[in-house]
């Protein structure tokens, strides 16, 4: 929990002082649902800052199964497929 939180925070404090924060991954990260809600939650903080949270690569292995699993796959709107997929327009 603490690890989270102080990510949540890093995260945050990243957000406040760029106008784009772009987020890579390596291919073989470990992620969890924890990670997608970490994720989801700084988009609608950067959105209401007037900022932006881009992935540097759509969604694979472990970040794309999580995705998968936890149903955010699911009724995807275009907006959310634009960022965990890179479908559609470009980020």
Same mark, same amino acid.
């Given at each position: 929990?603490?690890? %989270? *939180? +102080? *990510?949540h925070e890093d995260l945050l404090k990243f957000i406040n002082?760029?106008? &784009? &924060? *772009?987020i890579g991954l390596p291919d073989?990260?470990?992620v969890d649902i924890s990670f997608i809600q970490l %994720? !989801?939650?700084?988009r %609608?903080? =950067? #959105? *209401?800052a007037g900022r932006q949270v881009a992935l540097s690569q759509p969604a694979t292995g472990a970040l $794309?199964?999580?995705l998968r699993r +936890? #149903? @955010? $796959? !699911?009724?995807?709107s275009a907006e959310d =497929?634009? @960022?965990?997929l890179h479908q559609g327009e470009n980020q």
């Open positions: 929990m603490r690890a %989270i *939180t +102080s *990510t002082t760029h106008d &784009v &924060v *772009t073989d990260a470990q %994720i !989801e939650a700084a %609608i903080y =950067a #959105g *209401t $794309l199964d999580v +936890s #149903g @955010f $796959l !699911e009724d995807m =497929a634009k @960022f965990w």
